[in-house]
Structures are given as structure tokens and as C-alpha cells.
């Protein structure tokens, strides 16, 4: 929330997840309610595909948008609608090293 003062989290469903080629271990219901069990997420959407984007911050008067710096310029089109901010990673989580030490390969937690 450093961001911003009502943050919105979207959340990708399980169906836009088999398009990225990521399984999900949990249901999108069970992933949906753990984001809304943090005290600092105000709304959680639904993510069904990548051109939905514009429209959800037309739709919710989104001012800034903030994403992992892993996506670096492929963002920078929303500029015309609001503030692009590219987060750097928090190096000591990592999905991808939880996901390999449960031996778990391509499964979506929470992206």
C-alpha cells in the first residue's frame, strides 16, 4: 500500500492460468481468500486474460499500477490511463523456490 490508499489485487483465474501454461495448486476461491485475509488488500478481481487490463483500471479509477520489475516494459502501453510502476522483488520469497524445494515444477500459488 505504499502505493496507494486501496490497493486491488488481480488475481489470475485458474482457467487464464492453464492459457500461461501454470497449474494451480490451490482453487482460485482458496487463493482469492488468503489475498483477502492480508490486511493491506481492499479488493481482489478476477484476472481471466491479459487485455482486460485497460478496462479494469477504467472500471475501478485505478491511478497506479504496480507489477514485479521481472516485467519491464511490457506494461508501459497503461501509461496513457495511470502511473506504471515497475516493484522490485523481495529477494527472500520466491514462488519459484518454494515451488522447487516442494518439488512441485509450473504451479501457480499466487500470480
Known amino acids: 500500500k505504499e502505493q496507494g490508499d486501496y490497493l486491488i489485487v488481480a488475481l489470475s483465474t485458474n482457467e487464464f492460468n492453464e492459457v500461461k501454461g501454470k497449474k ?5 476461491e482458496e ?3 488468503l489475498l483477502e485475509a492480508i490486511r493491506y488488500v ?6 481471466n486474460n491479459w487485455e482486460q487490463k485497460i478496462n479494469d483500471i477504467k ?3 485505478v491511478d497506479t ?3 514485479g520489475d521481472d516485467w519491464e516494459g511490457k506494461f ?3 501509461k496513457e490511463y495511470c502511473k506504471v510502476i515497475y516493484l522490485g522483488r523481495t ?3 520466491s514462488t519459484t523456490k518454494i515451488k522447487q524445494e ?4 509450473q504451479v501457480a500459488i499466487g500470480k
Open 31 to 33: 487463493r482469492k481468500k
Open 59 to 61: 472500471e475501478f479509477h
Open 91 to 93: 529477494p527472500e520469497i
Open 102 to 105: 516442494l518439488g512441485l515444477g
Open 76 to 78: 508501459d502501453f497503461l
Open 42 to 47: 481492499d479488493l481482489v478481481i478476477p484476472e
Open 24 to 28: 494451480c495448486y490451490f482453487s482460485y
Open 65 to 67: 499500477f504496480v507489477i
